[in-house]
């Protein structure tokens, strides 16, 4: 194959397949060198393909391929396209063909199909005409790959942006990937990574060396004012005092600058500092910005999610602190002598902290949606990173219109307010539980408390005594017991538990015409069996496991404390006992069993 040149300033990285039908005199740019066709063949013959088809798995990064057609016989040319397009996936390249007039009726159907960018007659190809489709074709494809590497850095922001995200910390090695990321996709000459007390960290694109130079730089730069409301400041004055200081250091020429500075809330963590020229200025278009400022807004909702994360953390545990005292006071407070006393001091107090307890915790339930919106959010942008690397336009295009629905829909800016909220109302809530147990455990103390034997039935008659005033003629009444039943155990624990009992009985039928209460004593092999029974309402099935947790009450305020039947349970599984409930609308019953006494 003879070498054929064209004219080209700048020079032109091309290639071609075939002849050209002019002389070498007329030409003056080598086109990249091929395999040449064998001597007197007017086609490459099978072997010759062969080696064609190795150079063109070479030529990713070829602008622009001529292909001349020389006669009739087209399915060497066509297959070497074929070669090109579907087996290598080359898509890039631009194909410019000249075919005689019946080889290029053949071909019009397969444009597509070969992505043929220009298809002339081979009677058009002369030189001048060969150059400006060569030309026009290089700035198409350095256009295309403009586009393509501008894509390829925002797939990678966004791919970084999505696994930032998935992880707990934003920690250092964040901040240098996001800085570097940044830099390629404004094209950044230089880009200063500076800590929030005004120290340089890194230059970028690494790697460069932290100078004195540049830290007057980054002084100067953050002298600027950058209100609270704008994500990023930009500086297109080319006579600026810091953009003339920066190309001095750099020594090139650069145009404008950009700040962006990190938040976290109130707080700015980080600036990065970049310097453009003119070129990348011309590339910086609002699409860019927008990215950047978006870029810039989700980093500071991971670091505000990361820090509101940590203080509900630290508040979690602080309640479950609270809570673990709250059980310790419950302990003592059936071992007191004054629990009675104590319950009606600490009437309400139970709600006090039920209530700031509880809506801490359903503070959860919306976080959970926030995350689980977030999560859908990333993972519509995982897929529209994986559609933008496969070359899918049309999913993609779905995938960014529902990702601009669903962001607008979730209305992010309420999101990380009502956050915030949360997190108010938590600490405002872990202060008032504070509070509370301060106050309970000043009312509570431990005592010693004896363990004897004594008779069941005249400790239950004595807490029947202490509660007639409860059981009026109303409610009627049924009390079957044997004359003496003997326990380990102490009296007055086991009283409390029956006062207790018969209180919730009589709090159950407070509202039925024809209410009815009974208490039953009797003996089960070498246990005692004590069943309390009334025809209330009963007991809810969804609250039945609770009844028996710490501060857990139906009642209203004041009128319970909610450590009743936890310390009922306390005390029989002290006295080596058990105790269950049964409850259905009309027959609510306590059942407790304990041991009989040796003697």
């Known amino acids: 194959m003879s070498e054929h040149k064209l004219s080209f300033s700048p020079s032109i990285p091309w290639a071609l397949i075939g002849s050209l039908p002019f002389t070498g005199d007329e030409q003056s740019a080598a086109p990249v060198p091929v395999p040449a066709v064998p001597p007197g063949a007017d086609i490459w013959p099978a072997e010759g393909n062969k080696g064609l088809k190795k150079w063109l798995k070479k030529q990713w990064e070829l602008p622009v391929l001529v292909v001349v057609f020389p006669g009739q016989d087209v399915d060497t040319e066509t297959e070497l396209l074929q070669y090109l397009r579907q087996n290598l996936k080359n898509q890039n390249t631009r194909l410019i063909c000249f075919a ?12 597509w199909r070969f992505k043929i960018h220009h298809l002339h007659l081979l009677s058009d190809l002369t030189p001048e005409f060969l150059s400006g489709l060569i030309m026009r074709e290089w700035h198409e494809f350095n256009a295309f790959e403009n586009q393509r590497q501008r894509r390829n850095h925002e797939l990678e922001l966004l791919t970084f942006l999505a696994r930032m995200n998935r992880e707990a910390d934003f920690s250092s090695a964040h901040v240098s990937d996001l800085a570097a990321l940044m830099q390629a996709l404004i094209q950044a000459d230089v880009l200063l990574h500076v800590s929030k007390a005004g120290e340089l960290q890194a230059v970028y694109p690494a790697p460069q060396g932290i100078s004195p130079a540049w830290q007057d730089i980054a002084d100067h730069a953050l002298q600027s004012n950058i209100p609270d409301d704008r994500p990023l400041l930009l500086n297109l004055d080319k006579n600026h005092p810091l953009h003339h200081a920066a190309a001095a250091i750099h020594c090139s020429a650069l145009s404008a600058s950009i700040i962006f500075p990190l938040r976290c809330y109130e707080h700015k963590s980080h600036y990065f500092i970049a310097f453009l020229n003119e070129a990348a200025i011309s590339q910086l278009d609002v699409s860019r910005l927008s990215l950047l400022e978006k870029t810039v807004e989700q980093v500071r909702t991971q670091l505000e999610r990361q820090v509101s994360e940590e203080r509900l953390k630290a508040q979690y545990q602080r309640l479950q602190n609270t809570l673990s005292k709250l059980h310790e006071t419950q302990e003592q407070l059936y071992h007191s002598e004054k629990l009675s006393a104590v319950g009606q001091l600490a009437a309400g107090i139970a709600h006090e902290i039920n209530n700031p307890v509880s809506f801490i915790l359903s503070n959860f339930e919306p976080l959970d949606e926030y995350i689980q919106t977030m999560s859908h959010m990333l993972k519509l942008h995982e897929e529209f990173t994986h559609a933008m690397v496969l070359g899918d336009d049309v999913i993609g295009n779905q995938l960014r219109q529902q990702i601009s629905e669903e962001r607008e829909a979730a209305d992010l800016e309420f999101m990380l307010e009502d956050i915030y909220a949360l997190v108010n109302d938590s600490r405002k809530g872990l202060k008032r539980v504070s509070e509370i147990v301060t106050n309970l455990r000043t009312f509570s103390r431990r ?58 009985a009589v709090h159950a039928v407070e509202h039925i015409k024809q209410p009815e209460f009974s208490l039953c004593l009797f003996a089960d092999g070498t246990n005692w069996i ?68 040796a003697g």
């Open 530 to 597: 004590l069943e309390i029974r009334d025809n209330g309402e009963g007991i809810a099935p969804e609250i039945k496991d609770k009844i028996f947790d710490p501060f857990f009450t139906t009642k209203e305020i004041g009128k319970g404390t909610g450590l009743g039947l936890s310390t009922v349970y306390s005390i029989i599984q002290r006295h080596k006992g058990q105790i269950q409930v049964s409850s259905e609308p009309g027959n609510t019953c306590f059942r407790i069993s304990l041991p009989m006494s």
């Open 447 to 504: 005592d010693n408390l004896d363990s004897s034997q004594f008779d069941l039935s005249e400790c239950i008659h004595s807490a029947i005594g202490l509660m007639k005033y409860q059981l009026h003629a109303d409610i009627d009444t049924h009390i079957e017991m044997p004359e003496k039943a003997l326990i380990e155990g102490n009296s007055g624990l086991i009283g409390q538990v029956v006062v207790n009992l018969i209180q919730n």
């Open 100 to 111: 005689p007039e019946a080889v290029r009726a053949q071909l019009l159907p397969d444009l």
